[in-house]
């Protein structure tokens, strides 16, 4: 449930906080070292699981490259592919279209799954036969309409007729379903749904359709549905139904969702919940570089910490005292006390050479890069010197140098010199530096 694919992109290579019998393996599931941050981010992970977290929040504090965002890319994957996470860097509030608070709702409400458990009358059956009446179209005498039907489901236990109108005639048309194919008529709607094929009952040597069981039981039965949808797209869903222009011309692109929606779907979402029908499903809300964030999106966010139906949120940040963005004053992250009061937080370290060694070696297994030795030990190097995003960026323009020269593999050569071509971000700095202490002269 991510959203942006450079942030996928660069932790592809982690699965998990890579912890067995409890504890941290100094390499594994593509994590490597920062030993106490991920045990303590398998604390949290617990937590959540048990419910415990109400309330509060997760900071990961620590200098740039230290894995801050690789962890809780990795605490959701611990949590599962059924529990939503929505990431989100904190200069994101800041759009055009969209007001800040709306933007932040968006993504809470996106981080919150609702599993809908849903109880329908429905015939279920292997189509036998189909026998469908036409007749003119009442103002075209040229055309030929469905009026109506017969159609024959059977299962294991049974085989029944029904008689079938006009709609449901035109849905089995519209959906080309054939003798063979297995299918659900929903009792109060009418929907038709074709599951699949009945096995058996293929006789093509190539087909497109998904193979299924002849249905076992009576044709008219209750059946259980269960989805699960985020409290977004609940929301979008009853802000579409309630515009009428949305029915006559398709759904509209909903950019800001009224209040009230809000409010009924929580509603109605308490109630399902109250009766069984429903359960939540809370998830994580990442929100990366939260120093951007500003004061009236703190606030909010307290508060949203406060409300019943909040996700988990992480945030993560490299700043130590700096001014929280929309005031004067200076504070730890440059975020409002009573925000930092709810925050549990996590360190992350800098990495040893051999950490970082590790590090590249799973990065270059990642992206398909062979380095000889002496080419990981020069990107070593680089990386403590400089940066391990640094000498992690310098993989793929060194691959590309060596495959030019008709190399298998990427030496050093195409290591440093990819190193002069691409310079890092203190060099880059200081050059400019340099310039404009030139140019003041
Ligand atoms: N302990 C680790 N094990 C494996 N890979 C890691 C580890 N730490 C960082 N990485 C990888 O190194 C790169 C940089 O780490 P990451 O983006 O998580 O740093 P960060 O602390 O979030 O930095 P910033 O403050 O700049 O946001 C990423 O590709 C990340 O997946
Ligand atoms: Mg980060």
Known sequence: MMKSGERIGVHSHIKGLGIRNNEPLPVADGLVGQIEARRAAWLVVQLIKAGK??????????PPGTGKTAIAVAIARELGPETPFMALS?????????????VLMQALRKSIGVRIRERRWIYEGVVDKVDYKFDRHPLNPYVQVPVGGTITLRTE????????DSNIVYQLLQKG????????????????????RAKGAANYDVGVRELVDVPSGPVYKEKEFVYTLTLHQLDEMHARSESLLSLIFGAPEYREIPPDVRAKVDKTVKEWVDSGRAEL???VLFIDDAHMLDIEAFSFLSRAMESELSPIIILATNRGFTKIRGTDVEAPHGMPLDLLDRLLIIKTKPYTADEIREILKIRAKEEGVTLDEQALEELVRLGTERSLRYAAHLLAPAKILAEQRGKSSVGVEEVREVSTLFISTRESAQYLKEFEEKMLK
């Open 281 to 283: 499903i809370p998830g």
């Open 53 to 62: 977290m109400a309330g509060r929040a997760i900071l990961l504090v620590g």
């Open 177 to 196: 379903v054939e003798e063979g194919d297995v299918i659900w008529i929903d009792e109060e709607t009418g929907r038709v749904t074709r599951v699949g």
């Open 157 to 164: 236990k049974e085989t029944r007729s029904l008689r079938v």
């Open 90 to 102: 904190g200069s994101e509030i800041y759009s055009a279209e969209l007001k800040k608070t709306e």
